[in-house]
């Protein structure tokens, strides 16, 4: 152990210094402490990353050109795997919804539970948690590549901002491109469960249809996008982090596009959790 490892009025003796019977307590409070200090250092370092973006914000010359292709790579290309995961949910959710049922329950209800669960919840939340393995991985994968390989550094002795030129535009195409692909996805879940209700079940058209309209209001649309706005800043920022932070390599790049994934999806459950708890109450009413 070295003192540069505690903080400064600590004792920084080596551990095998101490009596043994304190070594097992001391290697303990000594192994959390430098894991408190590397989560606030972690923070810390993300917040100033935060800052940097909003000042790129300052330089529209460099990433408005740029915004349009990274919509496209985010947006367009990824609608075929959101479209065939939207359905497969939608298929699966209105079965399930069927044979679940008591004997007696007025089978609208499988319209009314298979529009709610795939508007309010699965279909924004499987549509980011599978955007962040094909979009997110990408991004951190890019822009990692990037850093290893020195081209960062080059944009900067060009009097390029990095942040603006890389950053910005993933960014901004996130949080465009991934409320419209909500959107899809939601009609193509509802649409797909509406097909496999019937075709496959004893729901008729017109019981399902008198579910789907049963207590519907427009804030449950407004709510699927707010999480969907959310969601994709949340890919976009954590993989642009993770991958413009990168180091050591092509394993450095692998570490980071592993860790990025991981640190999303956590993101994004924790980001559905607190939307629900906020906004959760408004839809009640």
Known sequence: ???????????????????????????FFRRV???LIGVFLDIGHRVFFARDILRAFGDPATYVPLTIRQMRNIGVDSLPIAA????????????????????????SVVGFITRQMLILELGPLLTALVLTGRVGARMTAEIGT?????????????????????????????????????????AIGVGTAFLTAVAATDVTWGQFAEGLRLGFTPFQVLYSLIKAFFFGGAIAFVCAYEGYITEAGAEGVGRSTA???VITSVVILLLDALTATILAPQLQS
Request: proline share 6%; charged share 15%.
């Open 33 to 35: 402490s430098r894991t």
């Open 259 to 261: 860790r990025a994934v």
């Open 146 to 186: 990037m850093r290893v390989t020195e081209q960062i550094d080059a944009l900067e002795t060009l009097a390029y901002d990095p942040v603006a030129y890389l950053v910005v535009p993933r960014l901004l195409a996130a949080l465009v491109m991934l409320p419209v692909l909500v959107i899809l996805a939601n």
């Open 84 to 107: 065939i995961v939207a359905a497969f949910i939608g298929a699966v959710t209105a079965l399930q919804t069927r044979y679940q049922l008591f004997p007696g329950i007025q089978l």
């Open 1 to 27: 152990m070295t003192a540069t490892n505690f903080p400064r009025g600590t004792d920084s003796r080596a551990t095998q210094t101490f009596p043994i019977v304190q070594r097992s307590g001391i290697r």
